[in-house]
């Protein structure tokens, strides 16, 4: 069930943001973005290859940097903040979920689970952390480790660890692309629940329509801009609205 709106000011809120990456000539990713995020809302980001999503993604997880525009994290631009404040600032209040998982193999799921809070200098939150893992149906193998996991489990475990510090925007960098369809069907509903219920936002990049369709909106992008917008999507509309951004 879909969210139909907030007027919950933006947790990320992206202005007239350009990335030109170097190169022959320079190759411009991001080419004047400007888009927000809000509490309790799932966009999906799509659009060919090479079109900036993953830029666009980085770029308002604080990840990178953009070369010119604004990015605000809950209010406060963070382009221009310096490290180690940038990366405790993404710590508190950003959480990941990306493809290749990015667990640490020698650690268990509990301690995978936790390690973002540990990293932050954050006491963590022992009894919501056990809850997640419950969530994510994984209660009773906090103490195996990813390579005795399948692919949709680990993919569990890095949607735990990121709920586990209670985030205010998860970003999720095709989230679904190696799992199978069940699997990729399991993953989805727990995302969905993370905005539903616990009121996150969630910004999701995918080449897959039937993935996008989870969202309460999907954007696309095409050379660096965005271009087209679909709200209350169907697997349909966004496989159509995709067909006519690929032949612009």
């Known amino acids: 069930m879909r969210n139909r709106g907030t007027t919950t000011a933006p947790v990320v809120e992206v ?5 030109t990456y170097p190169g022959s000539g ?6 004047g973005v400007s888009v927000a995020f809000a509490a309790g809302t799932f ?5 060919p290859s090479g ?11 604080g990840l990178d940097r953009p070369d010119s525009g604004q990015v605000r994290l809950a209010g406060r631009e963070i382009g221009n903040l310096r490290e180690p404040r940038l990366t405790e600032e993404r710590r508190r209040r950003v959480g990941f979920v990306f493809q290749s998982y990015n667990l640490m193999d020698s650690l268990s799921v509990w301690h995978n689970v936790l390690l973002p809070q540990r990293l932050a200098g954050v ?3 022992k009894t919501w952390a056990r809850e997640v893992i419950s969530r994510v149906g994984l209660a009773g193998r906090e103490d195996r480790r990813p390579g005795q996991l399948s692919g949709g489990q680990r993919q569990r475990v890095a949607l735990a660890r990121a709920l586990a510090a209670r985030p205010e925007i998860i970003f999720a960098d095709e989230p679904t692309g190696a799992l199978d369809l069940t699997s990729g069907r399991e993953v989805l509903t727990l995302l969905r629940e993370a905005v539903n219920e616990l009121g996150t936002a969630l910004v999701m990049v995918t080449h897959d329509p039937a993935a996008a369709a989870w969202a309460d909106r999907v954007v696309f992008l095409a050379d660096g801009q965005l271009v087209a917008e679909l709200a209350d999507p169907t697997a349909e509309k966004v496989a ?6 690929s032949a612009r």
């Open 15 to 19: 202005t007239e943001v350009t990335k």
């Open 26 to 31: 320079g190759v411009r990713a991001l080419d």
């Open 43 to 47: 966009c999906s980001v799509m659009g």
């Open 51 to 61: 079109s900036g999503k993953s830029t666009l993604l980085h770029c308002s997880a």
């Open 123 to 125: 006491r963590p939150d």
């Open 240 to 245: 159509a609205q995709m067909m006519a951004v």
